[in-house]
T-cell receptor, first 115, second 115 residues
Framework: DAGVIQSPRHEVTEMGQEVTLRCKPISGHDYLFWYRQTMMRGLELLIY????????DSGMPEDRFSAKMPNASFSTLKIQPSEPRDSAVYFCASSLGGGIDQPQHFGDGTRLSIL | GENVEQHPSTLSVQEGDSAVIKCTYS??????FPWYKQELGKRPQLIID?????GEKKDQRIAVTLNKTAKHFSLHITETQPEDSAVYFC??????????????FGQGTILTVHP
């Protein structure tokens, strides 16, 4: 299996621009998670989906952030408009539900820099 | 919500020594505790996990212990090697209901193993 695939790996853009991060979970996994990692705040869960339905978005920082999962093999995290404080590494992870000890498999992340 | 505290923030050992990282959690209902290793510029990878009905789990040089009464769990690495150098994250989650999969991470421990 190719694992969780994220794109792009790096994104540099100017403040105010729209940013779209993409994720393809492991085939067959029914949970998908979006995390943000910064030095100051560590690893934070932003939102997660079960069977393409958002379950908990309490970690989404502001209305500028939105996430969708139109089908079982694709999800997007969008920031509009972007701000310098959004600079971070964004990880997507997926897991196979059904038990409390199903591990989350992380993608390689997108390193986002907002100038 | 759940709060996870991790100590120490940095740990430096000589090759061959043991390393211990400790975490405490706040929600007594948490029942699944994974540990992740993250090398520089890479994604977090699960190295070991433990469920609340188990007190200790071992996998070669790595072991995790859990004290439910005190609400703390620890990672033990024996016979450390330079390739063990990385950031280690503990996490806790409520493994059922609407909170399934909602991992709360500790702040991380930077482990450096000197040859």
């Amino acid at each position: 299996d190719a694992g969780v695939i994220q794109s792009p790996r790096h994104e540099v853009t100017e403040m105010g621009q729209e940013v779209t991060l993409r994720c393809k979970p492991i085939s067959g996994h029914d949970y998908l998670f979006w995390y943000r990692q910064t030095m100051m705040r560590g690893l934070e869960l932003l939102i997660y989906f079960n069977n393409n339905v958002p379950i908990d978005d309490s970690g989404m920082p502001e209305d500028r952030f939105s996430a969708k999962m139109p089908n079982a093999s694709f999800s997007t995290l969008k920031i509009q408009p972007s701000e310098p404080r959004d600079s971070a590494v964004y990880f997507c992870a997926s897991s196979l539900g059904g038990g409390i000890d199903q591990p989350q498999h992380f993608g390689d992340g997108t390193r986002l820099s907002i100038l | 919500g759940e709060n996870v505290e991790q100590h120490p923030s940095t740990l430096s050992v000589q090759e061959g020594d043991s390393a211990v990282i400790k975490c405490t959690y706040s929600d007594s209902a948490s029942n699944y505790f994974p540990w992740y290793k993250q090398e520089l510029g890479k994604r977090p990878q699960l190295i070991i996990d433990i469920r609340s009905n188990v007190g200790e789990k071992k996998d070669q040089r790595i072991a995790v212990t859990l004290n439910k009464t005190a609400k703390h769990f620890s990672l033990h690495i024996t016979e450390t090697q330079p390739e063990d150098s990385a950031v280690y994250f503990c996490a806790a989650t409520l493994g059922g209901g609407t909170s399934y999969g909602k991992l709360t991470f500790g702040q991380g421990t930077i482990l450096t193993v000197h040859p």
